[in-house]
Structure formats: C-alpha cells, structure tokens
C-alpha cells in the first residue's frame, strides 16, 4: 500500500527556515506527481507547491514563491519543502500527496484543483509548523 510520512515541523521564529520531508513508499516515484499543502487554524486546507517526475517540474503559490523551494530525490523516495523567511501566516499542519502523472502539466492542475482535486488518493498524515516568537 502507498504511504506517505511527512516530518520536520515545529517551532520556528519569524525570519527563520525549515525543511520538510515527505517520505513515500508502495510506489515508483517517477510515476507520481507530490504537492504539499497547508492548513492553517480555522481556514481550508490549500495547496502550496507541487513537483512532477524527471524534468522536476515544480509549481508553487504566489505567496510563497521565492521562499519555498520543493524538490526530490528519487532514489531516496523523498520529496523536500523548503521553507525560508517564514512567517506567522504560514503556521500550519503541512501535508504531502501524491497521485499518478496523467498529464504533462499535472502540478499546475494540482495547485488549482486543491486538496479535493479526483485523483489525489494518497495522504500523509502531517506535520505541524508554527511560526511564532
């Protein structure tokens, strides 16, 4: 069965960076397009970025654009989010998923499509990030 694990949330100051990592195992990753998304308290969950197979094509959110950097490294089974110059806005439970590479443009599909987007079936569970001094 396909699992993802997220990890490396906590507690960061304003200004600071983290990394976040999403573990994937059941599948061969080419295949799969990953997208981490965010909730943050009282609000939708929404998608953040999201990176497809061999050429790495990646696509993020306005907001978070020039802070956030997702990659992968396939041989690892892993895809990253980095997280520079956070803020109290991006405090949130952070999620990965993942679903079959139907089309060339998949992450811009995701990334409009959100969360409930049909075909994303595979979830972690999250990890929380709280931006706070």
């Known amino acids: 069965q396909v699992q993802l694990v997220e990890s490396g949330g906590g507690l960061v100051q304003p200004g600071g960076s983290l990394t976040l990592s999403c573990a994937v195992s059941g599948v061969t990753m080419d295949y799969y397009a990953v997208g981490w998304f965010r909730q943050a308290p009282g609000k939708e969950r929404e998608a953040v970025s999201c990176i497809s197979d061999t050429d790495s094509s990646t696509t993020y959110i306005d907001s978070v654009k020039g802070r956030f950097t997702i990659s992968r490294d396939n041989a690892k089974n892993t895809v990253y989010l980095q997280m520079n110059n956070l803020g109290p806005d991006d405090t949130a439970v952070y999620y990965c998923?993942?679903?079959?590479?139907?089309?060339?443009?998949?992450?811009?599909?995701?990334?409009?499509?959100?969360?409930?987007?049909?075909?994303?079936?595979?979830w972690g569970k999250g990890t929380l990030v709280t931006v706070s001094s």
């Open positions: 998923a993942a679903m079959v590479i139907l089309w060339s443009d998949v992450c811009p599909r995701m990334i409009v499509g959100g969360p409930r987007m049909n075909g994303l079936d595979h």
